[in-house]
């Protein structure tokens, strides 16, 4: 079974949330970038917990067919990048978030509200 965009969407966003992701962003890069649809940006208050959000979205990809295409960043938990295909998470820690703004760089992309 394949999961549409905002299904896999709708999958990161809870898995991150039960692991408590602090302000969670879903940006709608359709119409901008050939990337993906969707970026995930949040953050976690330790390197564990980092590693924990990353961690359940991946279990949960898995569990609904959906292959990692590609995880950066898991080791230093710093700033995890998960390539779900449609999807693309950035969980940072939380000093990282500040330092790189990513929200900034794809400030023409819609913020997805009630996901």
């Known amino acids: ?36 649809d969707y970026f995930v940006i949040c953050h976690g208050n330790s390197d564990t917990q980092v590693q924990a959000i990353a961690t359940e979205i991946r279990k949960r990809a898995h569990d609904e067919g959906v292959a990692l295409r590609g995880l950066e960043g898991m080791d230093a938990a710093r700033w995890v990048l998960m390539d779900l295909g449609d999807v693309i998470v950035h969980i940072f820690h939380r000093d990282e978030r500040e330092y790189y703004n990513i929200e900034r760089l794809w400030s023409d992309a819609k913020v997805v509200e009630n996901v």
């Open 1 to 36: 079974m394949t999961l549409k965009p905002n299904e896999l969407l709708n999958v990161a966003v809870a898995a991150a949330e039960d692991k408590k992701a602090m302000d969670l962003v879903v940006l709608d890069l359709r119409g901008i970038s050939l990337i993906a």
